[in-house]
């Protein structure tokens, strides 16, 4: 069988290297696994999608709509434009902070995240929104986002990877004065994963 992630956010979100290190993770675990990226207008802030398709018999690195089995969004709105991706059993973790599109500067449509949020509440039954700013404040910067909503996957089980294996793969891919920051942030998400699953779980 295979588990497909498909990763989603606009430029500059690191949303390339979350995918890069999912897919090295699963190659250090002997799993066969496919990955690609369509980026539009990404370095002024165009949407950036990535998908990662682990598995014998993934035989295609895009995700077809309807069968990926986690969806990481970066960006609420982003969360919506790609939710036909989703399984119906499939788990969305999305950050509740938005980034107004370029395409909304140029031409006001009323984009609005709150009801963003709103329509994935009602439409996802696995749902897990996180506040990236909060989440990242102890760390100084936003920018370890993307690694710390690896981590959160991990600690709640959405992704099946050791976290020791994600932990190397940190320590293998990023700058080494970037890399007791990163695994940091790794970790504080492996926490934030844990505790999502237990109040999930009522305890």
């Known amino acids: ?10 430029g500059g979100q690191g949303t390339v290297l979350a995918s890069k290190l999912l897919a090295a993770a699963a190659q250090a675990s002997g799993l066969s696994v496919h990955s690609a990226e369509t980026i539009g207008m990404a370095q002024r802030g165009g949407p950036v999608t990535s998908h990662v398709r682990i598995g014998d018999d993934a035989y295609s690195p895009l995700i077809p709509k309807g069968t990926a089995d986690l969806i990481i969004s970066f960006e609420p709105g982003e969360a919506v434009r790609n939710l036909p991706y989703l399984k119906p059993d499939g788990a969305l973790i999305v950050n509740s902070v938005a980034l107004m599109p370029v395409t909304e500067s140029l031409h006001p449509s009323g984009y609005d995240p709150g009801k963003m949020l709103d329509y994935l509440k009602s439409a996802v039954k696995t749902l897990a929104v996180v506040d990236a700013n909060a989440l990242c404040a102890p760390l100084g910067s936003v920018k370890f986002f993307n690694v710390m909503v690896l981590g959160f996957a991990t600690g709640a089980g959405m992704v099946k990877f050791d976290r020791e294996v994600l932990l190397s793969t940190i320590e293998a891919s990023v700058k080494p004065a970037f890399v007791e920051i990163n695994k940091k942030a790794f970790l504080a998400g492996v926490a934030e994963g844990e505790t999502f699953v237990k109040e999930q779980r009522g305890l």
């Open 1 to 10: 069988m295979s588990y497909n992630i498909l990763l989603c956010g606009v």
